[in-house]
């Protein structure tokens, strides 16, 4: 039996557009060719994103269409080989963190066999030419355009099941850690510069996330659906994944698969990652909610967002359950001249922990003991590296006891863990994968390896001014009362002055007004059973959150209004809403 309410699935329901989205390969033929000029010559591209399978869609639809000639674009791609060269430097050797990449997706190919395919689309007189492959647009701008889209977490199943590898390279086989990390510092930057103008053009967006089950929507209603969703609150889809310190509470409170060990963590705002799904008509299309930011950015980050970080979702709601779990690695995040310097990202993985369920006795870990030895602490953390001896953070790190709504700030520099037994809710800076293990408690992962250390980093960034005075009056509950009224009270509690994110928590069990003041604003229900968010001059649809259910609402919303709905009447409910400082 269904015990939770929390929407796994969230869909963003479209207004209009019905008849416009198709489902499965032999509709989605039908209505590519029906699109096509059925006299003269018609160029149709089908560019694609990488880890869309080739061999499915031109069986299921390129060769369906019975072209006079098909072109893949791959093949004028440069050797495995070359693109090593090229990329080596944003590879690096270490296994988890590369360099971002500034590269454009021409200089993947062999400018002569481009050259070449454009002369031989150029030439031919009359009939169907499909050019196809990620990149395909670099041949033809296409008389047709269709753009396969692909979400980063599904691509990220495929790399695990070990159907794939980079793209041009033959690493099925490679450690996974290094497979992710080719793609997040340079893959998924250069297709994302590729795709968003293909995207403000494509006749057709085809969703190929579900094998054999794809769906097609209209780039008019694409671009609808996207502007729509810039208006409204709207949910991203979470995914759960297991980790080595993963806990047991998701697993239980969401109703998740009970045959998995345990969840560790859920992102459930990192657009970058997430998907989002649209309800056109009868068809339920899956995109990379990527998409949105990178279309779109204006509308939903605001002015000033967009102004300082570009087309990128600044912020991260994440989960991370170590409920009936272990304890975090113990860590670090850079300084932002480190991170810019080492790894050309422009701001740092600033986080806070919220807590949403304690156990008795749960603890962070933050920050050094007064009065400790930087030296003696490193040179304890690199001979628990060698395997010489435990590493002893009883003397060496402060472990303030944790309980369900507290908030611990965690400006980078500071060294910090979750213990067991929390249920925390990040409330962080978007990076999310620069994180400096310090030590692992001498533990392997679910692999069977021990999971990278990177004390070298780390040893550059620790700020050591962090100790126990200061931890204790900078960085937990620094709740301040902001505002009151009728059934309800209004807090602030973070982040620090070096962390470019304001939180508010509210409190209340009648109707809060709430306003994006031309900023984004991401929230989470972390306490009552259901609340519903509506317009005060009925310019969206009512939106239902439930319990732990993180929702963003767009900049371009302005005014807003959260009450207690269904089973939160009568309660004292909670949101905690995070936005960036003006
Ligand atoms: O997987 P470990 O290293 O234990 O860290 C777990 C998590 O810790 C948090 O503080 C963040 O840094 C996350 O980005 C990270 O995924």
Redesign the pocket.
């Known amino acids: 039996m269904k015990k939770s309410a929390y929407n796994q699935f969230p869909e963003v329901r479209i207004d209009g557009f019905a008849g416009h989205a198709w489902q499965g390969w032999e509709a989605i033929a039908r209505k590519v060719q029906a699109a096509l000029s059925q006299n003269g010559k018609t160029v149709l591209v089908i560019d694609c994103y990488p880890g869309v399978r080739l061999d499915e869609l031109q069986t299921r639809l390129v060769n369906k269409l019975c072209p006079l000639r098909a072109i893949n674009v791959e093949d004028a791609r440069h050797s495995e080989q070359h693109l090593h060269d090229l990329l080596a430097s944003n590879l690096t050797d270490d296994r988890v963190f590369g360099v971002l990449s500034c590269h454009q997706l021409i200089e993947f190919f062999d400018a002569g066999k481009l050259a070449q395919m454009q002369h031989e689309v150029e030439e031919i007189e009359a009939g169907l030419v499909v050019v196809y492959g990620p990149g395909a647009a670099l041949v033809h701008e296409g008389d047709v355009l269709v753009y396969a889209d692909l979400a980063r977490w599904e691509i990220q199943q495929r790399f695990r099941s070990g159907e794939l590898g980079n793209w041009g390279t033959e690493n099925q086989q490679e450690d996974i850690l290094r497979r992710y990390k080719r793609a997040f510092f340079i893959e998924w930057r250069v297709f994302d510069r590729h795709k968003t103008p293909l995207l403000k053009r494509a006749d057709f967006l085809l969703d190929t996330n579900q094998k054999e089950s794809p769906t097609l929507v209209t780039g008019e209603a694409l671009r609808h659906a996207l502007q729509q969703t810039t208006r409204q609150p709207f949910r991203v889809v979470p995914f759960f994944d297991p ?3 993963g806990g047991q509470w998701m697993k239980e409170k969401f109703d998740l698969d009970p045959s998995k060990p345990n969840y ?2 859920c992102f459930d705002c990192v657009p970058e990652e997430n998907s989002l799904l649209l309800r056109v008509g009868d068809v339920r299309v899956e995109i990379p909610s990527q998409d949105l930011v990178l279309l779109y950015p204006r509308p939903l980050l605001g002015e000033k967002v967009h102004a300082r970080f570009g087309a990128e979702f600044p912020i991260r709601f ?1 989960f ?1 359950d170590t409920v009936g779990g272990q ?3 113990f ?1 670090v ?1 850079p300084l932002t001249e480190y991170i810019q310097q080492h790894f050309g990202m422009h701001y740092t ?1 600033d ?1 806070s ?1 919220y807590l949403l369920e304690a156990e008795p006795g749960a603890e962070v870990y933050l920050g050094t003991k007064t009065g400790i030895s930087p030296q003696e602490m490193l040179n304890d953390l690199a001979a628990a590296q060698r395997g010489e001896k435990a590493f002893d953070d009883e003397k060496f790190v402060n472990r303030f006891p944790a309980h369900k709504h507290d908030h611990f700030l ?1 400006p980078a520099g500071t060294v ?3 213990g067991s037994g929390a249920m ?1 809710l ?1 409330i ?1 800076a978007t990076p ?4 400096f ?1 310090l030590w ?1 408690w001498g533990r392997l992962g679910l692999d069977g390896l021990p ?1 990278p250390v990177h004390l070298e980093h780390g040893q550059h960034v620790i700020d050591w001014q962090r100790d126990t005075e200061w931890a204790t009056e900078h960085l937990i509950n620094q709740f301040e009362p902001v505002a009151e009224g009728d059934g309800w009270r209004e807090e602030r509690t973070g982040l620090h002055e070096r962390e470019f994110i304001e939180t508010r928590r509210h409190w209340f069990s009648k109707p809060v007004l709430h306003d994006t003041q031309g900023g984004v604003n991401v929230l989470n229900l972390v306490e009552g059973s259901e609340a519903l968010v509506d317009s005060p001059n009925n310019a969206f649809e009512p939106f239902v959150v439930h319990y732990a259910e993180t929702f963003i609402v767009p900049a371009a919303v302005g005014e807003y209004r959260i009450s207690p709905y269904g089973e939160g009447v009568g309660q004292q409910l909670a949101t905690m809403k995070a936005w960036v400082r003006g």
């Not at 999310?432 to 994180?435: E, G, N, R």
């Open positions: 980790g080595v310190w560790a963590w994440d991370l304890n975090l690695s860590q995040h993985q986080e922990y965690i910090h863990c979750a925390v990040e962080s999310y994968i620069f994180t293990k692992d999971r």
